[in-house]
């Protein structure tokens, strides 16, 4: 017999790591660290942006860093796939596929803003199964591993573990741009938006890790490619949080692009709701 009591809305992702993940997690904090040290380089030094066909911005530290990255996990997995934004797949047919995401933010990174980070994630089978999120300026880490507690560390401190929040009206909202929300969406997310205590703007990948530390309840934004939001599901589940589409399902590789963060989960039937009028 049907629950009644029962959500239509997707819970945590189902998860079962098929190998021991300390390995890969060790490759992935050494490619973080390598990640930090070029970004490092290249930040407030005046560094040239070219436009991509999608409009978005590249520069040559982008590109740096996601070969630098690409080294370090091809010499320790050979045979594992790798897709990063700015130099595709390889590797297609391996079960393990690493997703690389070498500057997210590229708006803030040549703008001289701190509000940026890289984004390490290892899928197994289309599952994210790993995901590090790294401020490389304020040397601040969360990595998220399948079935297990995100662990956070270094920069200005902090506590991992998202807020409960009994209703919308006492949420802090975040989203990156208003470019970000289609115009066909905007009657769903303004409306979101009127239902929040507040609104803020900015962050990319940072805000979801202030998520994961309670100091942000919702993100609601759209355009995320599987790079942007691979390594996010780790870390916010991890924390306690939900990641989904804005119907409430599961995120995938044919999932539209626009995703919903939620710091307590509970909040999903009533955000979903507001974004789908």
Known sequence: ??????????????????????????????ACDAARALVRTYFRTGVAAETKGDESPVTAADRAVEQGMIAIITKAFPDHGILGEEFGLRNAESPWRWILDPIDGTRAFITGRPQF??????????????????????????????????????????????????SLALAELSCTSPD?????????????????????????????????????DIIAEGDLKIWDWAALQPVVEGAGGSLTDWQGRPLDANSDGRVLALGDPSLLPDAVAMLNP
């Open 1 to 30: 017999m049907k629950d009644p009591h029962a959500t239509p809305f997707a819970t945590l992702t189902a998860c079962a790591a098929p190998a021991d993940l300390a390995p890969m997690i060790a490759v992935a904090n050494a």
């Open 117 to 166: 980070g890289t984004l390490v994630s290892l899928t197994y089978a289309g599952t994210p199964v790993l995901g590090v999120i790294d401020q490389p300026l304020l040397e601040e880490r969360w990595v998220g591993q399948c079935g297990a507690a995100t662990a956070f560390s270094g920069g200005l401190g902090g506590t991992v573990g998202t807020r409960k929040c009994p």
């Open 180 to 216: 970000m929300i289609a115009p066909d969406d905007g009657t769903g997310w303004g409306q979101l938006a009127r239902s929040v205590r507040r609104v803020s703007w900015g962050g990319d990948c940072y805000a979801y890790g202030l998520l994961a530390l309670g100091h942000i």
